[in-house]
């Protein structure tokens, strides 16, 4: 059982908008503004598309963002487009003893 | 351009010793933590440990602590994942990462460790 909870998955039509929630607790999403979102396709290694809750790295579009409220955090994607279709992990830092926690990941499908 | 160069796939027996290695380029490697993430087959992502290369000083997640053991050699830019003794359950793909507080935005291409007898 993951330490984060996410849905298992999702799903959208191309140019809709879909949320993917991570819920977690008061020892980490709660307390830390350290919430990472990863993308990850078939046979690849996870790509970070989000950082500190709301941070874009350079070259992530502008389609992805995030936000959090209390021990919840969440992954916006507008105008979907096929190549959207992946695995999305989020992960959140969770004190001195336990240091990163991932969720279970959600598979998002674009219809 | 930063690179994170992992070693081959590797193939072993349950009982043995393995260590898999993780090589920095196109940065300063002490500057970076190297995190290692853990791919069971078919399943989620899951955060194994850290290491600040700069000192070698070394983070486990709990699940991890006593079952794995992280080393890095500045001299060499390259950081360790290593095990003393395999189980059948450490068939895994093996990522490392570089950042801090999760913002790993470089990742290796990973290393597949099958263990079988």
């Known amino acids: 059982q993951s330490a984060l909870t996410q849905p298992a998955s999702v799903s959208g039509s191309p140019g809709q908008s879909i949320t993917i929630s991570c819920t977690g607790t008061?020892?980490?999403?709660?307390?830390?503004?350290?919430v990472s979102w990863y993308q990850q396709h078939p046979g690849k290694a996870p790509k970070l598309m989000i950082y500190?809750?709301?941070k874009r790295p350079s070259g992530v579009s502008n389609r992805f963002s995030g936000s959090k409220s209390g021990n919840t955090a969440s992954l916006t994607i507008s105008g979907l487009q096929a190549e959207d279709e992946a695995d999305y992990y989020c992960?959140?830092?969770?004190?001195?003893?336990?240091?990163?926690?991932f969720g279970g990941g959600t598979k998002l499908t674009v219809l | 351009e930063v690179q994170l160069v992992q070693s081959g796939a590797e193939v072993k027996k349950p009982g043995e010793s393995l260590r898999i290695s993780c090589k920095g380029s196109g940065y300063s490697f002490t500057s970076y933590w190297i995190s290692w993430v853990r791919q069971m087959p078919g399943k989620g992502l899951e955060w194994m440990g850290r290491i600040d290369p700069s000192d070698s000083y070394t983070n486990y997640s709990p699940s991890f602590q006593g079952h794995v053991t992280i080393s890095a050699d500045k001299s060499i830019s390259t950081a360790y994942l290593q095990w003393s003794s395999l189980k059948a359950s450490d068939t895994a793909m093996y990522y490392c990462?570089?950042?801090?507080?999760?913002?790993?935005?470089?990742w290796g291409q990973g290393t597949l460790v099958t263990v079988s007898s």
């Open positions: 008061s020892s980490d999403v709660g307390s830390y503004n350290l």
């Open positions: 992960c959140s830092y969770a004190g001195s003893s336990t240091f990163e926690v």
């Open positions: 990462a570089r950042g801090h507080y999760g913002d790993w935005g470089y």
């Open positions: 500190e809750v709301s």
